[in-house]
């Protein structure tokens, strides 16, 4: 059974620092990307960073130099440091992974979400 876990959200003053963390269990095939999502209220979706497993970055113009993406293969675990918290970065956070299975397969999971709360 695949999981993914987040944890490391929680209410912060503007101008803080939080690092989430999520670890993936269940999944026996390599993950190629491993990424971070945040939904606002009232407000789509979006990708605000991502990892490659060759540790190409990608980020949301709004984090950009702010909020830092790593991952750690053996523990299959992915980061987002995010520093500089502004009132807008407010959100539920949710990890997500895929790759291929051995038989070429894509797959996709994502985690449930920790809420990170900026307050002005």
């Known amino acids: 059974q695949v999981q993914l876990v987040e944890s490391g959200g929680g209410l912060v003053q503007a101008g803080g620092s939080l690092r989430l963390a999520c670890v993936a269990s269940?999944?026996?095939?390599?993950?190629?990307?491993m990424a971070w999502y945040r939904q606002a209220p009232g407000k789509q979706r979006e990708s605000v960073a991502r990892i490659t497993t060759g540790s190409n970055t990608n980020y949301a113009d709004s984090v950009k130099g702010r909020f830092t993406i790593s991952r750690d293969n053996a523990k299959k675990t992915v980061y987002l440091q995010m520093n500089s918290l502004k009132p807008e970065d407010t959100a539920v956070y949710s990890c997500n992974v895929n790759g291929a299975d051995r038989y070429g397969r894509f797959y996709e999971y994502w985690g449930q979400g920790t809420q990170v709360a900026v307050s002005s």
């Open positions: 269940g999944i026996f095939f390599n993950i190629e990307t």
